[in-house]
């Protein structure tokens, strides 16, 4: 492999397109359908939680059935081959990443297959329907409990974490993502001032797409498996 001591992955809802989950801002993309200040926000959520709750519900097992393609394989691979560090950062609340092999990951926007409790801050894994009738099962109080993903408005997870390790990488790869989100639409920068060799593999130029030295375009499937393939291969991709 190429003499790259630390990569950062950064993934977005394009790698999950083919396992059938679907992106945000695409044509016909959820945030075409819904408004995202009803569904993903704080604000929404006092509003009408009945809404929000339906939504993810929909979502969870919509993710339930899902299985992780080509994409999420490959990037597993590269994670169990090199030899260095790489963490893997994921705006995505499905769990496809795990389920393909990869361990060193983390959730910045939550995660659909664990609940949150507020008042009590009660957190575990959860696989049913919240509705605003379900009880916390620690604090038993309800209309608290909610999906543990992150809204607008709240501070995504683990950002200590995630700012170190790109001020130490050497490699930082883009995945399916817009570029629309900050604080993830900023890692590119946070990466390039580390000297990182920075690239976004994405279906078509992001808004970012700039940002990064170097580009390959096409559905995930095909140039994430191509990129790691060539860079497992130890030639410059
Ligand atoms: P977006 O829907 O904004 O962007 C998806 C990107 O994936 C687009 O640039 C597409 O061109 C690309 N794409 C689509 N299909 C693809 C495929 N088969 N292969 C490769 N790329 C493909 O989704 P995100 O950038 O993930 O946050 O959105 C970021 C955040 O905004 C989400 O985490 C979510 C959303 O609102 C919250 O809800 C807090």
Redesign the pocket.
């Given at each position: 492999m190429a003499s790259y001591h630390c990569i950062v992955i950064l993934?977005?809802?394009?790698?999950s397109?083919?396992s059938g989950l679907?992106?945000?801002?695409?044509e016909g993309?959820?945030?075409t359908k819904y408004d995202?200040a009803d569904?993903?926000t704080p604000e929404g959520f006092a509003r009408n939680p009945a809404l929000v709750q339906d939504f993810y519900n929909a979502r969870r097992m919509q993710a339930a059935e899902a299985l992780p393609n080509a994409?999420h394989l490959a990037l597993a691979r590269l994670e169990s081959e090199h030899a260095g560090t790489v963490l893997t950062v994921t705006?995505?609340?499905d769990c496809l990443h795990e389920a393909a092999g990869t361990s060193e990951l983390i959730h910045?926007?939550?995660e659909l297959f664990k609940a949150w409790c507020p008042a009590c801050d009660w957190r575990d894994a959860w696989r049913s329907d919240i509705t605003p009738q379900t009880p916390c099962p620690a604090c038993g109080k309800t209309g608290s409990l909610r999906p543990d993903?992150?809204?607008?408005g709240?501070m995504?997870y683990r950002m200590d974490e995630i700012y170190s390790t790109l001020g130490a990488c050497d490699l930082f790869i883009s995945?399916?993502?817009?570029?629309?989100?900050y604080p993830?639409?900023g890692f590119v920068v946070e990466a390039a001032r580390a000297r990182a060799r920075t690239i976004e593999?994405?279906?078509?130029p992001?808004?970012g797409a700039s940002l990064f030295d170097d580009a390959r375009h096409?559905?995930?499937?095909?140039?994430?498996p191509a990129f790691i393939d060539q860079l497992l291969d130890e030639k410059t991709p």
């Amino acid at each position: 492999m190429a003499s790259y001591h630390c990569i950062v992955i950064l993934t977005g809802a394009g790698l999950s397109a083919e396992s059938g989950l679907g992106t945000f801002r695409d044509e016909g993309g959820i945030w075409t359908k819904y408004d995202l200040a009803d569904i993903a926000t704080p604000e929404g959520f006092a509003r009408n939680p009945a809404l929000v709750q339906d939504f993810y519900n929909a979502r969870r097992m919509q993710a339930a059935e899902a299985l992780p393609n080509a994409a999420h394989l490959a990037l597993a691979r590269l994670e169990s081959e090199h030899a260095g560090t790489v963490l893997t950062v994921t705006q995505n609340v499905d769990c496809l990443h795990e389920a393909a092999g990869t361990s060193e990951l983390i959730h910045m926007h939550g995660e659909l297959f664990k609940a949150w409790c507020p008042a009590c801050d009660w957190r575990d894994a959860w696989r049913s329907d919240i509705t605003p009738q379900t009880p916390c099962p620690a604090c038993g109080k309800t209309g608290s409990l909610r999906p543990d993903v992150v809204w607008f408005g709240e501070m995504p997870y683990r950002m200590d974490e995630i700012y170190s390790t790109l001020g130490a990488c050497d490699l930082f790869i883009s995945i399916g993502t817009s570029g629309s989100v900050y604080p993830a639409a900023g890692f590119v920068v946070e990466a390039a001032r580390a000297r990182a060799r920075t690239i976004e593999l994405n279906l078509e130029p992001s808004e970012g797409a700039s940002l990064f030295d170097d580009a390959r375009h096409g559905p995930a499937t095909k140039v994430v498996p191509a990129f790691i393939d060539q860079l497992l291969d130890e030639k410059t991709p």
